[in-house]
């Protein structure tokens, strides 16, 4: 199964989900000795990635009896197997692109039919139909980001605690060259959320594609307030320091000294939470010999380089007996 924007759905977890709910259709009664054998038979193929199989008999499922509660869940089904039969590289041939057409039309009869079930796994795709739905309007398949636009703010609606759908027409926005409406989303879906992670770290991610650096450190210090034990918020701002003071070729030396003192510090606080935490003395590391780098005095740089190569060969250390008990 494919992925889309801001989701991490596997083909496995799906599958599964379509066993478990053809687990839970077959002890029901469908309308229909036909529609039965086709919805089971379709879920087989389906599960084997045979989806032109699989739609042919998800269609004879639906058309048995369109209204079935047991076999719901086939209009998702039905989409996601004609949205795997499309090829991006095929686009503009009239079949091809029918698929695709097929699909939405499809995805939003599931988003419509499963969405108002009282079962929570129906409700599970009737939500994934609508986040597919918009991934379908995305650049690789329909290109319509217009149509996409209604969908996303619908689904934050109607469940604004989901920071997914937040990111999603965040990134849509920012794709379209909307900066201002995808840094609302981005501080809305932090807004929805403040305890969540994720909120600061996209937040910070956006800024930094946008190259507003001082935006970007200030998100993650504000996760890092909301986590101050939390070793890897520390160590996130030293490396967004050391990414900075090593590629930006516009810093002067001191603003390079500065960031780099400035990612010193947040890299010790997470080794100070963490006294083995093998990424933060790498990226210690990083940032003495970027420091050496500006050095003018021998011995210090030389001092600084071997404080730099002893938490490398420590950070190894770690690593290897941390393998070595798994």
């Not at 993650?220 to 160590?235: D, G, H, I, V, Y």
């Amino acid at each position: 199964m494919r992925s889309f924007s801001g989701t991490s759905h596997s083909w496995v977890a799906v599958a599964a989900l379509a066993s478990t709910i053809t687990f839970a259709a077959g002890c029901g009664q469908v309308n229909g000795l036909k529609g039965r054998k086709a919805y089971k038979d379709a879920n087989t193929a389906y599960q084997a990635q045979d989806y032109k199989k699989a739609a042919e008999l998800y269609k004879t499922t639906v058309a048995a009896d369109p209204d079935a509660k047991e076999t719901l869940p086939a209009y998702f089904f039905l989409a996601n197997s004609l949205d795997n039969l499309y090829k991006p590289s095929k686009k503009g041939d009239p079949a091809n692109d029918q698929l695709m057409q097929d699909a939405v039309a499809n995805y939003q009869l599931a988003a419509d039919k499963l969405g108002a079930s009282d079962n929570p796994d129906y409700k599970k795709l009737g939500k994934l139909s609508l986040q597919y739905l918009v991934a379908a309007y995305g650049a690789d398949k329909l290109n319509d980001p217009g149509k996409a636009e209604p969908v996303l703010q619908s689904m934050i609606r109607n469940d604004p605690g989901d920071v997914a759908n937040y990111f999603m027409l965040a990134r849509l926005y920012e794709d379209a060259g909307v900066y201002d409406e995808a840094e609302r989303m981005f501080i809305a879906a932090k807004d929805a959320r403040p305890n969540d992670a994720s909120v600061y770290t996209s937040l910070a991610s956006f800024y930094n594609r946008q190259g507003r650096f001082d935006k970007t450190i200030n998100a993650l210090e504000q996760r890092a307030q909301k986590e101050s034990n939390n070793p890897e918020a520390w160590q996130t701002i030293a490396v967004y320091y050391q990414d900075e003071a090593r590629k930006d070729s516009r810093l002067k030396d001191n603003e390079k000294r500065d960031y780099i003192g400035k990612g010193l510090a947040a890299v010790d606080k997470a080794l100070t939470i963490k006294p083995d935490y093998a990424d933060a003395m790498t990226y210690k590391g990083l940032l003495l010999r970027l420091e050496a780098n500006l050095e003018k005095d021998q011995k210090k740089q030389e001092a600084l380089l071997k404080e730099a190569k002893d938490l490398q060969d420590k950070s190894d250390e770690t690593r290897k007996k941390k393998a070595a008990g798994a």
